[in-house]
C-alpha cells in the first residue's frame, strides 16, 4: 500500500517551532501534489501547505509567514517548518499526495499519512 510517514509532531509553547517531515514512497511521489492538512477537534480537515514536483509552494493564509513547505528529492521527503505557533495551530497534520488542485494547493488527496499531533498551549 500507498506509504507517507510523518514524523516531528509534539507539544510546544505559545510562539514556539516544529519541524514536520513526510517520506513519500515512489507510488505518492507520482502524484503532482504533496502537501499537508490538518484537523483540529471539532473541525473539518484543511489544506495547509503544498508543493509541486517543480518546487512551487502554496500556504493557506492563515499560515502564512509563519510556516514554510519544502522538500529534499534525494530523501523523498518533503518538510513543514512550524515557526511562530499560536494555540489555534494545534491540530493533527497529515502528509498527502493528490493529482487534483484547487487554489494551487492539493485537492482532494487520493493518498494520506498516519497524521502526527501538534499541540501548543
Known amino acids: 500500500h500507498v506509504q507517507l510517514v510523518e514524523s516531528g509532531g509534539g507539544s510546544v509553547q505559545d510562539g514556539g517551532t516544529l519541524r514536520l517531515s513526510c517520506e513519500a514512497d515512489a507510488v505518492a511521489r507520482t502524484r503532482g501534489c504533496l502537501g499537508w492538512f490538518r484537523r483540529a477537534p471539532d473541525s473539518e480537515r484543511e489544506p495547509v501547505a503544498s508543493?509541486?514536483?517543480?518546487?512551487?509552494?502554496q500556504l493557506t493564509t492563515s499560515v502564512q509567514g509563519r510556516f514554510t513547505i519544502s522538500k529534499d528529492n534525494a530523501k523523498n521527503t518533503i518538510y513543514l517548518q512550524l515557526n511562530n505557533l499560536k494555540p489555534e495551530d494545534t491540530a493533527k497534520y497529515y502528509c498527502?499526495?493528490?493529482?487534483?488542485?484547487?487554489?494551487?494547493?492539493?485537492?482532494?488527496?487520493?493518498?494520506w499519512g498516519q497524521g502526527t499531533q501538534v499541540t501548543v498551549s
Open positions: 498527502v499526495a493528490s493529482d487534483r488542485w484547487f487554489n494551487r494547493m492539493c485537492y482532494e488527496p487520493q493518498y
Open positions: 508543493i509541486s514536483r517543480a518546487g512551487a509552494a
